[in-house]
């Protein structure tokens, strides 16, 4: 925050919608920030977010199955069981990229796994890319609750972009748990779809309530930098060469997807997500650069 002054741009994660503080002092500074989040590409997907997506959701299993040890709290369960032993029940919240790429590894340990979506084409997809390998369940409190009162592992993966992920995983949910099982929330980034989530460090990852390990780390993928930088470089960089090239201006009005990138510009909000989660005015970016 001390560095940042008019005309800086920034061109980074924010996650700015369950951290108003560091919004405002964005404003204040009149800082071009733009959100690595939000970007869009051609086809409306979110290419800066995904990589990092799929490196968490990927690490959200086999933390899960760590914490699922006695030493660190957990059940003592194998993810994937042993003949005559049967293995654990994974219930993932999300059937995006983060849900998606979770549901892989879990399959691959040979885990019991359920996947919960609002989206019923989506989990058809789903239904179809794993084979049946997987149980496919639509969205409501009344599944949630049963799916994670049977849970060994829960991983949260809920993205609405720029907003704040919904509490979908209330206490009283939390506390019908298992005890002894984990909740991974790898939404924490935007404030978490856990009611008791609270956004922990490598450093001290971990907590517990009701019985319930809770691994809520706000940046998973910084615990293997060198995959995680190759990953993120392979898709910012032809957009940082856009900035530098044409100065981020020209680069806002030449592309929407560098456009939809844009959370704050010259003191205003100007992502309607972020605005709406923290009860601020927004502006269009292209009003305001006239």
Same mark, same amino acid.
């Given at each position: 925050?001390?560095?940042?002054?008019?005309?800086?741009?920034?061109?980074?994660?924010?996650?700015?919608?369950?951290?108003?503080?560091?919004?405002?002092?964005?404003?204040?500074?009149?800082?071009?920030?733009?959100? &690595?989040?939000?970007?869009?590409?051609? %086809?409306?997907?979110? =290419?800066?977010?995904? =990589?990092?997506?799929?490196?968490?959701?990927? $690490?959200?299993?086999?933390?899960?199955?760590?914490?699922?040890?006695?030493?660190?709290?957990?059940?003592?369960?194998?993810?994937?069981?042993?003949?005559?032993?049967?293995? /654990?029940?994974?219930?993932?919240? *999300?059937? *995006?990229? #983060?849900?998606?790429?979770?549901?892989?590894?879990?399959? *691959?340990?040979?885990?019991?796994?359920?996947?919960? +979506?609002?989206?019923?084409?989506?989990?058809?997809?789903?239904?179809?890319?794993?084979?049946?390998?997987?149980?496919?369940?639509?969205?409501?409190?009344?599944?949630?609750?049963?799916?994670?009162?049977?849970?060994?592992?829960?991983?949260?993966?809920?993205?609405?972009?720029?907003?704040?992920?919904?509490?979908?995983?209330?206490?009283?949910?939390?506390?019908? $748990?298992?005890?002894?099982?984990?909740?991974?929330?790898?939404?924490?980034?935007?404030?978490?779809?856990?009611?008791?989530?609270?956004?922990?460090?490598?450093?001290? =990852?971990?907590?517990? #309530? +009701?019985?319930?390990?809770? &691994?809520?780390?706000? @940046?998973?993928?910084?615990?293997?930098? %060198?995959?995680?930088?190759?990953?993120?470089? @392979?898709?910012?960089?032809?957009?940082?060469?856009?900035?530098?090239?044409?100065?981020?201006?020209? /680069?806002?009005? /030449?592309?929407?997807?560098?456009? /939809?990138?844009?959370?704050?510009?010259? *003191? @205003?909000?100007?992502?309607?997500?972020?605005?709406?989660?923290?009860?601020?005015?927004?502006?269009?970016?292209?009003?305001?650069?006239?």
């Amino acid at each position: 925050v001390g560095f940042f002054r008019e005309n800086l741009v920034l061109f980074t994660y924010l996650h700015l919608a369950p951290i108003p503080d560091l919004t405002d002092e964005l404003l204040k500074k009149k800082v071009t920030g733009i959100a &690595y989040e939000t970007v869009t590409d051609k %086809h409306g997907a979110l =290419p800066l977010l995904t =990589p990092m997506s799929e490196v968490a959701g990927r $690490m959200s299993v086999q933390v899960g199955a760590t914490y699922l040890e006695k030493e660190k709290g957990g059940r003592g369960v194998l993810l994937g069981g042993v003949p005559g032993v049967a293995p /654990a029940t994974v219930t993932i919240i *999300g059937g *995006g990229i #983060v849900g998606t790429h979770a549901a892989k590894i879990a399959l *691959g340990m040979g885990a019991n796994v359920t996947i919960i +979506d609002l989206n019923l084409n989506r989990l058809r997809e789903l239904d179809d890319i794993f084979g049946g390998r997987l149980h496919t369940l639509a969205s409501n409190s009344y599944s949630i609750a049963r799916a994670t009162a049977e849970a060994d592992l829960v991983i949260g993966g809920v993205l609405i972009p720029g907003a704040s992920a919904p509490k979908l995983v209330t206490q009283q949910m939390v506390s019908k $748990m298992k005890k002894g099982s984990v909740i991974v929330d790898v939404a924490i980034d935007q404030g978490g779809c856990v009611e008791t989530a609270r956004p922990t460090t490598h450093s001290n =990852p971990s907590y517990v #309530v +009701d019985g319930v390990v809770h &691994y809520c780390v706000t @940046n998973m993928p910084g615990a293997v930098p %060198h995959a995680s930088t190759l990953a993120l470089t @392979n898709a910012t960089f032809p957009y940082v060469m856009k900035l530098a090239q044409h100065g981020a201006e020209a /680069a806002i009005k /030449a592309e929407s997807g560098i456009r /939809a990138g844009v959370n704050t510009y010259q *003191g @205003n909000v100007t992502y309607a997500a972020v605005a709406q989660s923290q009860g601020k005015p927004w502006k269009d970016v292209m009003t305001l650069l006239g």
